[in-house]
């Protein structure tokens, strides 16, 4: 266990060193502006309410999570996996007394933790910014759902960034392996538009998942249906992923 | 004598036909191994499967009796290494390099990063990025990074790639000090037959993926005038001289 | 330990695979409430449009602001499959307070409108028996699939928010609501936008939403019987904002849909006896035919005006005469005819044979002319109205006028 926290430490502080975190930070930040402002704009312009202090962050979170939040968590997985490879960076992790195991589970924690601190930070601002600026339209029920919401959304980018290290896995460059996601990420939208009764099984409906447990009635089979599916198909990328990078030559 | 490195039966084979082949191999406590061979001989290859870079095709390497494809972590724990080309991440300092590797050790404090790159001579260039370092700035780092963790067991590949006269004749200094002090065992790879010769106390050939012979350094000395001339007449026993070589 | 890695990946991506797979199945296998609801309304449609022979359908829409009624109208259409008549009767209550009640029946030869307000009865009598269902399955349209799809895409994963209630005698509750942060906020601008468009302040009984306009909440409920047709339907929105003075106005939305008689439902023609009616015979026939063509032959005309001292002044008159029609040819003449003092507005242009063939173009009923001197026109009859459109490439003599009337003093 030592060995782990020893490389996911290791891991976080590379993610914190490359100043990709930064970025994204600044990103996150701007998308929160951006939207303040196209709300502003709209109550001014239009007349409308545009979203109160509650919706607001649900609206951030709605933009977000279908944005840069898969935008992000691809160029940190991609970063993580071909730039070490191609930079043959890889090898000073792995000569250490460390399993690949355990490096490839320190490095999808890392991204792990990398989108939990995206969705935590994007929650805090979000919420400031909405409280401030915004008519207060807040319950503390409303409050408690948001937090939920973009709570439960780091799973279903958990199980997106999983696909997009199977697929930096499977393919050497790191700029392939970004066009290609995102090229899937695409045709995965449109299918579940298509296919619209079948939605719910494609990863990139499941991204707004989120929405199930605001519902009133809170329909727990559904939930649990989408929560076994996210799963498994998390475990299968895993395996995936991991078969490949073990079977990986440096 | 203790066996520290078991090498058996170890088989690698590329498309292109490189590879090794059937390797079988023991080093002992203390010793200074030099694996020599020309290039594309399979050093690199063979090392890469003792370090767990690779998987063999066949047979297996033990470190200190635990296997390098089943129980890695147990067989790296005391191994320092250096393969090819010494790798460093370039966004961060040479000290923070040396500071991600010594979280895998717990005995490794800050005090021996600063230690080791004193041995190594890279102590001035401490809070410096490996973007700028010259090849054998990062060579030194790479040793460095080897023998962070005061390693029983050090595997360097082409340690005197990219260094100057000075750094060639520091680098083995250390080598023979720290072989004497802590009775550290290494296995090193070359393709300078001369440096070989100085560094280390028992040499084994690889020719076209096959050992052809181990023997201590004093005993080759005896009957060969130089390693060179061994190594010619080795090559010549079993096969064609490399034009390299001759 | 080689072979138990090899063997727990293989365990592991097959235990996942099954977990996808069997999971994925039961969800297909398990009808969100928003895809059952759209079977509802398909089988109620097609039932509608095919299995019952008489139904009635019972639309009411309310609109109140702060629980004030603005306005109310309801709807009850009685359909009649077997005789393929149909029936309306509407009242209702217009934002201003105007009641507004009429009643509509139609079957395949006859239109009657009656109105509370005009004690008038206008009836409309078909030449032909007219062709069609009295209720058209709207799924059944061209654009419905593709509306569908569309539809769904925009609910998106909104599906969920229809909740079914099964009933133990296998019929069913489906009820759905939205309200603050679950209406997603792209569908709320847009609504709120496009609505407050109607609350701009220019109907006098209407709130006049200025700021803050927001979707409040949106519900729905319905009941869907153990057949599947869906009884009843009601949909409910709130939409939320302020007016200049800062006011709160909560403007509330209901429609409500109800399906009942069904098979029991019987569609009477109204009574006539006794009443004014205004009786018009319709000649439309399907495509560009003219059903009565010799109708038009004889004298058209109308009034040459020009304008004088700020009046106007007959000076003559236009006529058009036509010798033979039929449904691809016309001949006839034009010419004008001045009041004595006015002889100076006449020139020979505007006199002239008419010998007219109808073009080879579908849904055109016109017919193409050109005179001796080379002069382009058409001409168009107008069966329903009894008139003659005649489009002249010239200038007309005093104030353009191209409808001719029957000339029938």
Request: contains cysteine; proline residues 3%.
């Amino acid at each position: 266990m030592a060995v782990f926290q020893a490389a996911l430490v290791n891991e976080v502080e590379k993610l914190y060193k490359k100043k990709k975190a930064l970025i994204a930070v600044l990103l996150s930040l701007a998308v929160i502006v951006i939207g303040q402002l196209a709300i502003v704009g709209v109550r001014s312009g239009f007349g409308l309410r545009g979203a109160g202090s509650v919706e607001f962050p649900m609206l951030v979170l709605a933009v977000v999570v279908n944005t840069i939040l898969p935008l992000f968590t691809a160029l940190v997985a991609i970063d993580s996996f071909s730039g070490e490879f191609s930079q043959n960076s890889m090898r000073i992790t792995l000569t250490r007394p460390v399993s690949r195991f355990k490096i490839f589970c320190a490095k999808i924690m890392a991204i792990v933790l990398f989108i939990l601190a995206m969705l935590l930070l994007l929650l805090i601002l979000s919420m400031l910014v909405g409280v401030i600026f915004n008519t207060n339209s807040g319950t503390l029920h409303s409050f408690v759902m948001t937090i939920f919401s973009y709570l439960v959304s780091l799973l279903p980018m958990v199980v997106l960034a999983l696909g997009i290290v199977l697929l930096a896995n499977l393919i050497k460059s790191g700029i392939s392996v970004f066009f290609v996601s995102i090229l899937v990420f695409i045709v995965l939208k449109v299918l579940g538009l298509i296919f619209s009764q079948y939605s719910s099984l494609f990863m990139t409906t499941q991204l707004d998942w989120y929405n199930l447990f605001l519902i009133n009635s809170f329909p727990v089979g559904k939930i649990v249906r989408q929560f076994l599916i996210m799963l498994g198909s998390g475990i299968m990328l895993f395996t995936a992923g991991f078969y490949l990078f073990d079977k990986k030559e440096f | 004598m203790e066996t520290i490195i078991e090498i058996k039966e170890l088989t690698k084979l590329y498309g292109n036909g490189r590879g090794i082949k059937d390797i079988n191999l023991d080093i002992y406590k203390g010793d200074i191994f030099g694996f020599l061979g020309p290039n594309g001989a399979g050093k690199t290859t063979a090392m890469k499967i003792m370090t767990g870079l690779i998987r063999p095709e066949r047979g297996d390497v033990k470190i200190f009796g635990y296997s390098v494809t089943e129980e890695y972590e147990l067989a790296m724990e005391k191994v320092g290494c250096l393969i090819e080309i010494a790798e460093a991440y370039t966004y961060m300092s040479a000290f923070d390099n040396l500071k991600q590797l010594a979280r895998y050790y717990p005995e490794v404090d800050y005090k021996r990063i600063d230690e080791v790159l004193e041995l190594t001579g890279m102590i001035k260039y401490k809070h410096e990025k490996p973007k700028k370092f010259s090849l054998g700035m990062k060579q030194r780092l790479g040793l460095a990074a080897a023998l962070l963790s005061r390693p029983k067991v050090v595997i360097l590949d082409e340690p005197l790639n990219g260094l100057d006269v000075e750094g060639m004749i520091d680098i083995r200094r250390l080598i023979h000090h720290l072989a004497e002090q802590d009775q550290t065992t290494f296995f090193i790879s070359s393709h300078l037959i001369h440096d070989v010769e100085l560094t280390c106390n028992r040499i084994g050939v690889i020719y076209e993926g096959k050992m052809l012979n181990v023997e201590s350094t004093p005993n080759i000395l005896k009957n060969y005038a130089t390693l060179e001339n061994y190594f010619v007449s080795e090559v010549e026993r079993n096969g064609r001289v490399p034009s390299s070589a001759r | 330990m080689k072979f138990n890695k090899k063997t727990a990946m293989l365990i592991s991506f097959t235990l996942g695979t099954l977990l996808v797979a069997t999971t994925a199945l039961a969800d297909i296998a398990n009808k969100s409430g928003y895809d059952q609801l759209k079977d509802a309304l398909k089988v109620t449609a097609e039932q509608g449009s095919e299995k019952f022979d008489s139904f009635t359908l019972d639309f009411s829409i309310a609109l109140m602001d702060n629980g004030k009624t603005l306005m109310t109208s309801n709807e009850i259409k009685k359909y009649d499959r077997l005789k393929g008549a149909s029936e309306t009767i509407s009242t209702g209550e217009s934002l201003n307070g105007d009641k507004n009640n009429y009643q509509y029946y139609a079957d395949k030869t006859t239109q009657i409108r009656v109105s509370e307000s005009d004690p008038t009865i206008y009836v409309t009598e078909y030449a032909k028996p007219r062709e069609g269902e009295v209720f058209n399955n709207p799924f059944k349209e061209d654009e419905a699939a593709d509306l569908e799809k569309i539809l769904d895409a925009i609910v998106g994963s909104l599906k969920d928010y229809v909740v079914v209630v099964e009933n133990s005698d296998a019929s069913k509750e489906l009820e759905g609501k939205l309200t603050g942060s679950q209406i997603p906020a792209l569908v709320n601008a847009v609504a709120s936008y496009s609505l407050k468009q109607e609350f701009n302040g220019n109907q006098s009984n209407m709130p006049h939403l200025t700021k803050d306009v927001y979707v409040n909440s949106v519900s729905g409920k319905a009941n869907v019987n153990k057949d599947g047709v869906m009884e009843s339907i009601l949909g409910t929105a709130v939409l939320s904002g302020k007016n200049e003075q800062g006011t709160d106005h909560d403007v509330t939305v209901e429609i409500l849909v109800k399906l009942s008689g069904i098979n029991t439902t019987t569609v009477t023609k109204p009574d006539l006896t006794g009443k004014k009616v205004v009786k018009n015979i319709a000649r439309e026939t399907p495509g560009d035919e003219i059903a009565n063509p010799e109708m038009f032959v004889g004298k058209f005309n109308n009034n040459i005006l020009i304008e004088k001292d700020n009046k106007f002044i007959k000076i003559g008159e236009r006529i058009i005469e036509i010798t033979q029609i039929d449904n691809m040819t016309i001949t006839g003449r034009y010419y004008e005819e001045y009041k004595p003092g006015f002889e100076e507005y006449a020139t020979p242009d505007r006199k002239f044979k008419l010998d007219g063939k109808k073009p080879e173009q579908k849904n055109y009923s016109g017919f193409d002319y050109t005179t001796e001197s080379g002069i382009k026109g058409n001409l168009y009859i107008d069966e329903y109205g009894g008139k003659i459109h005649l489009n002249m490439n010239t200038s007309m003599g005093g104030l353009h006028d191209s409808t001719f009337s029957p000339d029938v003093e």
